[in-house]
């Protein structure tokens, strides 16, 4: 299983609980806890972590038994590590939110952990003569070296076009609200991005 269980295992050891000990219903992999202890060790969500032996994790029938004392040590939660674990998100997602302000760039942040949640905002499956095509459209919102900045840009651009076809001083009526839909959407189409995904990042921001 590759699953990242990150999430998870900083909400436990918030909780107190010793995830090596919890009752999972299906317990993950030694590969699974190490890549989660490596995830949030360099989010310095916790620290102080002992190393897992191959012996220790694979023996959950055996570990579960062991008094809280005796179990290896996961790791000691941060005070981000806490601030973070309040977030019902991905680690990574939560300390970029947590830490935006700082750099005064909390609208950007929510954007860009909404375009990451969803994930699709750019379209999948383009068949093959058109990638070419769309390969190019996406290189206009391409930022070198930051795959987020591009989603940020794509985000922002659709964000732009959404503002531009709302031309109506007043409360659109059902025909003038269809008519910018349209135009929405085959602007989207234009530029090969997932209008469906886009109004869900809309929802999660606002």
Known sequence: CTEDIS???LTLINMGENPIQFGWMDSPSKEQFERACENLTDLRAITNVSQLSKEEL?????ITQLSKEELPKFGEITQLGKEMAQLPIKPEYAKILL???KHNCSKDALSLVACLYNGKIFKSGIPSEERNKACEKKSLYTQSGSEHLTLLTAYKSYL???KAINRFPTEPSEEELQSQNKELQN???EY???IEALIEVDKMRN
């Open 7 to 9: 999430q998870s295992v």
């Open 58 to 62: 694979p023996k959950f029938g055996e």
């Open 99 to 101: 830490k935006s302000p």
């Open 160 to 162: 732009n076009m959404k």
């Open 187 to 189: 602007w989207c189409t």
């Open 192 to 194: 090969y991005l997932n």
